[in-house]
Each structure stands twice: as C-alpha cells, then as structure tokens.
C-alpha cells in the first residue's frame, strides 16, 4: 500500500489546480514515461551487478539516471515545456545510439516509430509534429549518410524508405482523424451550451413563477391568523405548518434562482478593497435571533490588525451567509458554533466550526456539487436544497480565494476560507 502511495505522489509531481486539463495530461504521462524508464534502468543495472557480474556502473546507466531525475525536477518546479522537450532529445539520441551503434542492422532501427507514438500524445499542433518526425529521421539517417556505421552486408535502402513512408502515412492519417475529433467536439459543446443555456431559462422562470403563490399562500395564512379569533390550538398549528412549508419551499427557489443567477454575477466580476472582519461581523449579528431559537452560541475571535483584501461584498456576504447558515441549520440545540477570522501569512482565513454531525469521506467528495444530499440532515426541519456549498465554493474562486473542510464523521465540521491578504502598500489605493 505504502509503495501505491509512493508510485502515484512521483506520478503527480508538477501538477497543481490551476494547470489546464490537457496540461495535466502531458505532466502525467511524462512522470509516468520516466518512472517506467527509471525501473528499466535500475532493472538493468541490477542484471549487470548480479547476473553477469559487472560491478562497475556505466556512463550510460548514470546518465540516464541523472537525466530522469533531473526531468523529474523541472516537472516539480513547474518547466514542464522544457522538460518535454529535453525528454525529447534524450529519446532521439538515445534511439540513434541503439540503431546506429549498440544494435546495426538488427531491425532496431524500427525502434524510431516510439517517437511517432510519443508525439502524437504530447503535441496537437501539425507543424510541431512534423518537424519533430523529420528531426527523428535526419537524426536516424545522418551517421549512414556521412561515414556508414551499417555493415554493407546488412544495410538496404528498403528498410529506410518504408520508415519514412509509414511515419508520414501516420503522421497524415493522424492529423486528418484529429481535426474530424476537433470539429465534432466543437460542434457537441456547441450544442450542450445552447441546451444548458435553455434549461437555465427555463428554470430561472419556473422558479420565479413558483415564488408569487407561494407569497400569496403566506400572506392568507397571515390574514386567517389575523380574522379568525376562534381558531382552535390544533388549527394554528397546523397554519403554523402550512406557513413553514410555504418559507422552506420559498427558501429553496431563492436557492435555485441564486444558482442560477451565480455564474452571470461573477462573470467579469469588479473587485475592490474590502474589510473582510466587517463584512462578517455583520452577517454573525443577522444570525444571533436564529441562533437563540436552537439556543446555538455564536462566538466571535477576529484578528486585531487590519484583514483587507480584494473582495466584493454582495460576493462575501453571500459566503459567511450560506456558511454561518449551514452551521447553525446542522447544530443540535444547546451547542456552540464559532466563527474566526485569522490574519497572517499574507492571508486572511475566515473558519466556520459546528458541533454538528461532521461528514463522511463520501460526502466530502461531493459536498461543493450542485443539488446533492448529504449524509447530515438539519436539527430543527429546515430546508435544505443541496445548493449552498457549490454556490459558495463559485463566489470564493470568483474572489481567488480556497475553501475546504476539515471534519469527521460524527465530531462536527470546520470550513475554511482563504484569501490573499493585501499589504500594508496596497492598502493607500
């Protein structure tokens, strides 16, 4: 388990969330190119040391260690271009070595199709892939071409010509296949954004259409308290219940039409400096009443010096809402919910901890999704819509900032929310 753990850490080397999807792809395949390479040369080392005896390493053998980790490294401090490439080097050169040198004549020269297979794995662009297809072949034909190193016994220009047709025959049908690739794709997302597009149209109205009955049935429930003096106790209750199913679905379409209306907000979002201790101060003492209904304890530890950042405060608000919210809807009665906000680093970090039921591995994995249910249900029937989290976790990224949550099953939750702090220079503009 712990040489699993081992092996997918160096696959994962270089890779962060900010690179794209394809550039995590290329970094990926090429920690794992080079961890095979790594065992086949230790391999060999070990069949010299043991098998045949050969105590002393081989320039070869070190080099190709010293390459390995040194492509490793780049990978690590984010050159993954130049790793590519010089990947690329080693591999003709290493090529040319065994063709021309340790295995003439022998078919090896074959081998050179391994370039092909790699290239059109780490390079789309046409130009780049035939360039490197021809640099492959110059590199393959040259030493034949100055000084013969193939025996004329086992040398034919048969072998050569069908290599260079074969790679241009891939290299042509592999082009031709991956634009068709393209253009289909391209037209599939078009397709999906134009149906997504229409069904948040659509929802955003069914939605709003949804609220003005709702607010009508609150509002005769009001009227018939008001009327109405001989009402039995039973009777208001359920009046009383009526009401709050009425709040709780009235709540859930606010959720839904704040999902909806989330990514048009932050698109092109403005930012400025803001004061995030402020920001969440503000929202804590909107919460105090509904607090003291569960006779939740809100407590408060805010850094003394100054918490800006480049923030935006309907964007802000909306992330200590849902959170504080969540919080105080998962907590049993007589618990405490504490609210931080911490200075240093660079960073301000707001945390959010409950006493409540905390998490399961699984629900972590799906907490920051749209409309999804999680193991915890709220203390006092609330309503719940499974939108909260993601719909924070996009105004946090909107702000640069990260969210997470420490929890387990059973001990309550902490969540975190980081943004850069501005400096002490930044703080005049």
């Known amino acids: 388990m712990n040489l699993t753990k081992a092996v997918q850490k160096i696959v994962e080397i270089g890779l962060n969330d900010s690179l794209p999807f394809d550039q995590k792809r290329h970094v990926r395949f090429l920690n794992v190119t080079l961890l095979a390479s790594f065992f086949t040369v230790v391999f060999f080392i070990c069949l010299n040391l043991f098998y045949y005896r050969l105590y002393r390493l081989g320039l070869a053998e070190t080099g190709l260690l010293g390459c390995i980790v040194f492509l490793f490294y780049l990978n690590h401090i984010g050159k993954f271009q130049l790793a590519r490439s010089l990947f690329f080097v080693i591999v003709h050169l290493f090529l040319v070595a065994v063709t021309m040198y340790l295995n003439v004549g022998r078919m090896t020269e074959y081998l050179h199709f391994v370039i092909i297979l790699l290239l059109m794995y780490f390079y789309i662009e046409s130009r780049v892939f035939i360039l490197l297809s021809l640099l492959n072949l110059f590199l393959f034909y040259l030493p034949q071409i100055v000084y013969h190193p193939y025996p004329d016994e086992v040398y034919s220009w ?229 939108l909260g989290l993601s719909i924070t976790k996009k105004y946090v990224e909107a702000l640069r900032g990260k969210i997470f949550c420490e929890s387990n099953h059973g001990e309550g939750a902490k969540f975190v929310v980081e943004f850069d702090r501005l400096h002490q220079t930044d703080l005049a503009f």
């Open 158 to 386: 048969t072998n050569p010509l069908v290599l260079f047709v074969s790679m241009f025959v891939i290299v042509k049908t592999f082009n031709r296949e991956h634009q068709n690739y393209k253009n289909t794709l391209d037209e599939n997302n078009r397709q999906l954004q134009e149906l997504n597009e229409q069904k948040d149209e659509l929802v955003r109205l069914a939605a709003h259409d949804l609220k003005s009955p709702l607010s009508r049935i609150e509002g005769l429930i009001s009227l018939i308290k008001m009327t109405s003096s001989n009402l039995t106790g039973e009777q208001k209750h359920l009046l009383d219940k009526v009401s709050k199913v009425s709040r709780d679905q009235n709540e859930m379409i606010r959720k839904i039409l704040d999902s909806s209306a989330a990514d048009m907000k932050l698109e092109g979002l403005k930012t400025y400096k803001i004061n995030v201790v402020e920001i969440l101060d503000a929202v804590v003492n909107e919460f105090f009443l509904l607090s003291e209904n569960k006779n939740i304890d809100l407590e408060t530890d805010y850094c003394k010096s100054a918490a800006f950042i480049l923030g935006h405060r309907e964007s802000l608000r909306n992330i200590f809402e849902n959170l504080i919210s969540n919080a105080v809807k998962f907590s049993p009665r007589n618990t405490t919910v504490s609210i931080a906000a911490q200075c240093s680093n660079g960073k301000v970090t707001v945390e959010i901890s409950d006493e409540g039921p905390g998490f399961t591995e699984a629900d972590k994995k799906i907490m920051f999704r749209q409309f999804q249910k999680l193991s915890a249900q709220p203390t006092a029937d609330e309503a719940s819509s499974g």
